[in-house]
């Protein structure tokens, strides 16, 4: 650590005091998360193995749901044992490693939402090129583009955050590490670096919003030339990635665009964005994609047919 460190255990005061209330958390929360990894990983296996999922658009789905069980085991697994815990413990180190996978994966998230849209807008603007275009080398590329721009968003974060000396106080008040809750236990002004993380992190969040936003306003002007069916299924295929987007950014533009307070809303929201949408995105792409759940239905019938 660059800065002088006298603290190497931080303890998070959590969601909630009462342990009444927090063993009701854990009952609720728990199969929340295993819905998440269980959701998101029937994804990724019926992507992987139905050949009818092959476009880029399921190669894409596939990715995200990776994304979507690394960003949720970041923090629910300890949030969950912790609510279990009258002292919630973690150390120096291992907060700034929640830090690093946190920024980490909702970046790439981000950049594979804004990658989406631009597989749509290819899909619906120029279809006769879609193939062509959307080559699978490409696919390839934007996906790692996806995760390397999350690591260096991430990296950035952690190496402004590790110069600054932590002398005690050692309580967040919160269930995870973030950046802000931890900035207010360092023992000298923050203002720069707390300047300075909430840049890297808006100028990423206002940009993909905004391609993002741009892209879905030019999809709905060009279905106007397509059929009455194929402005229905490109609609229905739209509104999943465009509720996806609003569940995403919604919660963050609340956090981040207010003044920083204690307040218990704050961690609502936040147990919004890291345990609840998680568990919504395969629900979402399945209940609004006709070709998943006739694939789903089809694994699930080789396997019964198997047993």
């Known amino acids: 650590m660059a800065g002088t460190n006298n603290v190497t255990e931080l303890i998070l005061t959590g969601l909630f005091q009462d342990p009444e209330v927090q063993r009701a958390c854990f009952v609720v929360f728990l199969p929340v998360y295993l819905a998440t990894v269980v959701g998101n990983g029937l994804i990724v296996l019926t992507v992987s193995i139905s050949k009818s999922l092959h476009s880029p658009m399921y190669f894409f789905l596939s990715y995200l749901s990776v994304v979507e069980i690394s960003y949720s085991s970041t923090v629910v697994p300890k949030f969950i044992t912790d609510l279990m815990t009258k002292i919630k413990a973690i150390s120096l180190k291992g907060c700034l490693a929640q830090i690093f996978f946190f920024h980490f994966f909702g970046v790439a998230e981000i950049l594979l939402l804004v990658v989406m849209a631009y597989d749509r807008y290819v899909a619906i603007c120029k279809p006769l090129h879609y193939m062509k275009i959307m080559s699978r080398g490409l696919c390839h590329v934007l996906v790692a583009g996806s995760w390397l721009g999350g690591f260096l968003h991430s990296i950035i974060q952690v190496l ?35 300047v300075s993380v909430l840049a890297n ?23 106007r030339n397509h059929s009455a069916e194929g402005r229905r299924k490109a ?5 999943s990635h465009i509720t996806v987007v609003i569940l995403f950014f919604g919660p963050a533009i ?17 147990v919004f964005y890291t345990v609840i949408t998680p568990m919504l995105n395969p629900i979402i792409y399945t209940l609004r994609n006709a070709e998943v759940k006739v694939a789903m239905r089809r694994l699930w019938g080789k396997k019964n047919s198997v047993v």
């Open 235 to 239: 609609l229905s295929t739209c509104a």
């Open 254 to 270: 609340f956090l981040y665009m207010r003044p920083s307070s204690t307040f218990t809303e704050d961690k609502l929201v936040a």
């Open 160 to 194: 402004i955050t590790i110069q600054l000396p932590f002398c005690g106080p050692n309580i967040i008040d919160h269930y995870f590490c973030d950046l802000q809750p931890l900035f207010k236990l360092a023992c000298t002004d923050t203002f720069v670096e707390g």
């Open 201 to 223: 992190s808006g100028l990423i969040a206002l940009c993909s919003f905004f391609i993002l936003v741009s892209s879905y306003i030019v999809i709905l002007v060009n279905l």
